[in-house]
């Protein structure tokens, strides 16, 4: 049974950083893209960061590119979200999940497997 569970969302003020964790089991974990969505209330998911197999290609949204950065540890079988320079439009609940062609790594339909979420408030 694949498990994502994501960990490391909170509130913090306008600024500050958080780096969220996904821990990933029951895959084998080195073969997936991971990626990185969100969803605010009342919007549409959107997609905000992808890293391939071996980490060594990114990719990012416009909107947190240069703030965020996603990296994995595949001996851990864990993907990382580092969210520096938070703004309160940051605010969202954050998927992470797994696609194991990566073909379309900013499309969420590409993606087999999802994490519950975990929730990043930013404050003004």
């Known amino acids: 049974q694949v498990q994502l569970v994501e960990s490391g969302g909170g509130l913090v003020q306008a600024g500050a950083s958080l780096r969220l964790s996904c821990a990933a089991s029951?895959?084998?974990?080195?073969?997936?893209?991971m990626g990185w969505f969100r969803q605010a209330p009342g919007k549409e998911r959107e997609f905000v960061a992808a890293?391939?197999?071996?980490?060594?290609?990114?990719y990012y949204a416009g909107s947190v590119k240069g703030r965020f950065t996603n990296s994995r540890d595949n001996a851990k079988n864990t993907v990382y979200l580092q969210m520096n320079s938070l703004k309160p439009e940051d605010t969202a609940v954050y998927y992470c999940?797994?696609?194991?062609?990566?073909?379309?790594?900013?499309?969420?339909?590409?993606?087999?497997?999802w994490g519950q979420g975990t929730q990043v408030t930013v404050s003004s």
């Open positions: 999940a797994a696609d194991r062609y990566g073909l379309r790594p900013t499309d969420d339909n590409e993606y087999d497997y």
């Open positions: 029951g895959l084998s974990f080195s073969m997936y893209t």
């Open positions: 890293v391939r197999w071996r980490g060594e290609i990114t």
